[in-house]
Every structure is written in structure tokens, then in C-alpha cells.
């Protein structure tokens, strides 16, 4: 099996600009989290999407969204982007969310992010 | 809130020596999931090795094993016969058996190991 995509690596962008990063989970995955890695906050969970509804949200502002489509790929997008939003953004599959150990998560290698 | 604590920044071990990474927590639920997940300049996490709460005997996988000390609140990952290719960051990770909770994860240590 194919292991969890996300494009793309890299990224630069201006503050004030928007993107959108994608991630497309294990095939058969249909819960899909996404996590902001950085030097001084570790790794922060942003939300996670599960048969397109968003299931959990961490504590970010308005600017970060997400969505996820019916064949459980997902994107997450970030507007009028600010310095603080560079970082590492990871996304992580799994088969099926809430059983914990049963379930592991399965992570891409991240887009990084630089916003100038 | 639970928390996570990693309280070495980074360690660094010899080739073929063993080396433990601290990891303690916070919660107040009794039943949850234990995690180490390794990640190499790759940037990808790698899930080392798991352990659920309410089970009194401490997980393995080859030369990765656990020290579960649930009353302590101590989940420590000890590396045996050190790799070149242990060489990374290494998350602890909590997550409450309950609910669709997400991971909370510690800040990190960096390994280092020295041919």
C-alpha cells in the first residue's frame, strides 16, 4: 500500500497569502488528521476529518480550515497568511478513528511552509 | 488538559550501547494509549512502539522496549543496541481511550548517536 501523500514539500509564500495544502490518506483510510510542527510548540493538532465531517478541532484561529472529499482525501487551507504560520504541517491516516492503539496513526512527510 | 512532557531536549549514545528517553504525562483518566514515534530528517513520524494503560505488562518490539510506570505517570523508551540509524526525534504520545480524541504529543528529543 501506498503511504499517506501530502503535497506539496515545499512552500513559500508572502504574508497575506493564502494556500492550500493537500493530503491523500492510506487507501482504505478514511480519518484524516492534520498537525502544525514547529521549533518553540512541538506539534500542535489542528483538526480532523472523518467521511467529510470535521471531527475535532484544536485550538487555532478562524484562518485555518480544512475539508475533506468522498474519496477521504483532504486538504487544509490557510488564509491571510502571518510569519507564525511557518512551520511543518504533517497530516496523518488512519483506519479507524477512537480506537487508539488498534488504529495508530499513519503520518506523510509534511509540507514546509515558509511564509516571508 | 492532558500534557506531555519530554524533559531532554536532545541525548546522544554510542553505537551498540543502550540509551533511555524520559517521557512523563498528565491525565486524569484511567484507561488511555501510550505512544513513541521516531522521526528522522525524512520529517516522517514512524510509530515505534505502543502501549494501552491497562495493560500491566510493558510493550516491546525488537530492540525498542517501554518502562510503564502508570502510577508514576512514566512512559520511558529504551533503545538497545543503538543504530546509526536511531539517529532522530523521538515523540511521546498520549492518547484517552475514550472518544475520538486527537494525539497530544511532547516536544521531542533529539537522539544522536555516535559512531
Known amino acids: 500500500k501506498a503511504g499517506v501523500t501530502q503535497t506539496p514539500r515545499y512552500l513559500i509564500k508572502t504574508r497575506g497569502q493564502q494556500v492550500t495544502l493537500s493530503c491523500s490518506p492510506i487507501s482504505g483510510h478514511r480519518s484524516v488528521s492534520w498537525y502544525q510542527q514547529t521549533p518553540g510548540q512541538g506539534l500542535q493538532f489542528l483538526f480532523e476529518?472523518?467521511?467529510?465531517?470535521?471531527?475535532n478541532k484544536g485550538n487555532f484561529p478562524g484562518r485555518f480550515s480544512g475539508r475533506q472529499f468522498s474519496n477521504s482525501r483532504s486538504e487544509m487551507n490557510v488564509s491571510t497568511l502571518e510569519l507564525g504560520d511557518s512551520a511543518l504541517y504533517l497530516c496523518?491516516?488512519?483506519?479507524?478513528?477512537?480506537?487508539?492503539?488498534?488504529?495508530?496513526?499513519?503520518f506523510g512527510n509534511g509540507t514546509r511552509l515558509t511564509v516571508t | 488538559a492532558q500534557t506531555v512532557t519530554q524533559s531532554q531536549p536532545e541525548m546522544s549514545v554510542q553505537e551498540a550501547e543502550t540509551v533511555t528517553l524520559s517521557c512523563t504525562y498528565d491525565?486524569?483518566?484511567?484507561?488511555?494509549?501510550l505512544f513513541w514515534y521516531k522521526q528522522p530528517p525524512s520529517r516522517q513520524m514512524i510509530l515505534v512502539i505502543r502501549?494501552?494503560?491497562?495493560?500491566?505488562q510493558n510493550a516491546t518490539e525488537n530492540r525498542f522496549s517501554v518502562n510503564f510506570q502508570k502510577a508514576a505517570k512514566s512512559f520511558s523508551l529504551k533503545i538497545s543496541d543503538s543504530q546509526l540509524g536511531d539517529a532522530a526525534m523521538y515523540f511521546c504520545?498520549?492518547?484517552?481511550?475514550?472518544?475520538?480524541?486527537?494525539?497530544?504529543f511532547g516536544k521531542g528529543t533529539r537522539l544522536s548517536v555516535i559512531a
Open positions: 504520545a498520549y492518547r484517552r481511550l475514550a472518544g475520538n480524541t486527537p494525539l497530544v
Open positions: 491525565t486524569s483518566e484511567s484507561d488511555y494509549y
Open positions: 496523518a491516516s488512519s483506519s479507524n478513528p477512537g480506537t487508539g492503539l488498534n488504529s495508530p496513526l499513519h
Open positions: 502501549q494501552e494503560a491497562y495493560k500491566q
Open positions: 476529518y472523518f467521511s467529510e465531517t470535521q471531527r
